[in-house]
């Protein structure tokens, strides 16, 4: 595990940016330790509170597939019809992988007219930790919920498994509805899936006729939005996993098209404007 | 009277524990037992491991190991998931022959396979793999070591290395080793159980080993293609052996009979994946409720078909 650490100082930076973690950091710290090191880097001076009505996550108890864990952010889900003007709405959520060696997952941004109350998506987890989702509300302040996962080397796991031969170029981005009767009642709240074809590279994974590593490129933003109204946009990181993968539910504001817009870390944008399909 | 029986025991102990630590002290080696083989075919000999999962009270031998003696060399077949367990295979193989290891053979990455390496590592032993392994070894290796030092005990995690094969096989270019009067065919296989999957074939007994492709009562883990392992099946049942030795399971099996449980097991649950996505179920619930019919069936069922569901929703989503 030692050839991680450099990679993880590496890959932190290049997934954070601006946001440098705290060196003390270290891959045998107590999970507690290391989640208050987490903290004081990324939310310094601050409270954060834990309210299951207004942020609840989601996750398996172990990994089924180390390389995707599907996890599920639950927002303001106990009062969706939340005036949008109301403090306690959910604006931003930073999902956290305490002990992978890039923490921060992703970070969401919720549209403020789409009334977000769910989105999962899939993620590696490298080893035993714990997750954290920190939600953002609209009066500024800032909320937690915690769980476990039990895994081993979703970091390292090769992409491509898949079978994918004769299958959808890299950067196809696809968009499916999931059926209403299968979500609510509700007529104006839909759920939709968005899929891209991308391999994440997390820079841990090797070339198999050079044993060097495969450089790190992912998807590190996107956006979702419906006519001129952002759903949600998504700052990614290598802990997504391998063709990223975002399900949500949002209140349609009537537009028949989604626009979905990305950008991969070596500058390739994609792009796809369409309907909402059928689920398949 | 009660006093006799008592010293008679003390000097029994006395006499047995000096005992012991002579024998101890006698025969370093002979404390690694042989790990049971049989010999399914002239020449070609099999472990057959407990179907289980690997823990400290498994020992790490869970998978099916076997080798096979040419007049002048013997190949190696897998080398079981601790270095003690490679230890025991070494002494079984001692136990039939003289002739050396030339080949040490891994079907594959999983630790169950490949942990026991470094017990034949030695000038002259060639490691043979997929082309792919050296890359899976490196990169998932300190992975599992680490993961197997928390499951099973420390003394059967210290002696194990990693020992990549040197010796590649390519999809596409079977690659064949003489023993001696004894020729066995390697094929590399496209991604199906894992990224690197090697049979062996040989030809003299038509026995073939094919690794984790085939699983027998122990449920099917995919780790790299369910498509993938499903469309590479019938040339998988092309290959004219007239028995096989799976992975885990039952050794020394009817040929291609030993496919078709695996076969409904891998159709069942697609068929219940392609239901889920099309009716718009999450992969949380595919992950608990796919392929559930077949639970019935196999052993370790609730450890990895939600594993096989998970990535196999990820992978029929793109369908």
Known sequence: MRRWQGLAATAAIMALGCVALSPARAANASPGETWKGLVDALFPHQTLTEDGTIIKLGTPLSAEDAALVPVTLHMNYTDPDLPLSDPHRVKKVTLVIDENPSPVAAVFELGPKSDVTKIETRVRVNQNTKIHAVAETVDGKLYVSESFVAAAGGCSAPSGGMDTAGGPPLGTIRLRGIKPEYVNADARRKEAVVMIKHPNNTGMQMNAATHLYVPARYIEALRVSQGNDLIFAVTGGISISEDPNFRFDYLSNGSAEMKITAADTKGTKFAKDGAVGPAM | MAKHPTWLTALTLLALTLLGSLGLAHGEGAAIT?????????GVYAH??????????????????????????????????ARIIGERLKKAIEAVTRKPVRYVINTHEHPDHIFGNAAFAAPGVIFVGHMNLPRAMAERGPAYLATWRRVMTPALVD????????????????????????????????????????????????????????????VPVV??????????????????????????????VDWPQALAAEKTYFTKLTQDLRGFIARGADINQAAKEAGQSEASKWQLFGIYNPRNATAGYAELEWQ
């Open chain 2, 34 to 42: 042989p790990l049971p083989v049989r010999e399914i075919a002239p």
């Open chain 2, 159 to 218: 002696g194990i290395k990693l020992v990549p094969p040197t010796l590649l096989v390519s999809p596409g270019k079977d690659v064949r080793l003489d023993l001696g009067h004894r020729l066995i065919d390697l094929r590399a296989w496209p991604p199906m159980h894992t990224d690197c999957d090697v049979t062996i074939f040989d030809e003299k007994t038509a026995t073939l080993f094919t690794g984790d492709l085939v699983f027998l009562q122990h």
């Open chain 2, 48 to 81: 057959q491991a407990p179907v289980t999962a690997m823990n400290a009270a498994s020992g790490g031998d869970i998978a099916n190991l076997g080798f096979i003696v040419g007049d002048e060399a013997v190949a190696v077949i897998d080398t079981g998931g």
């Open chain 2, 223 to 252: 780790d790299a293609s369910v498509l993938g392992w499903m469309r590479a099946m019938p040339a998988l049942a092309k290959i004219p052996a007239k028995r096989v030795v799976p992975g885990h399971g039952t050794v020394d």
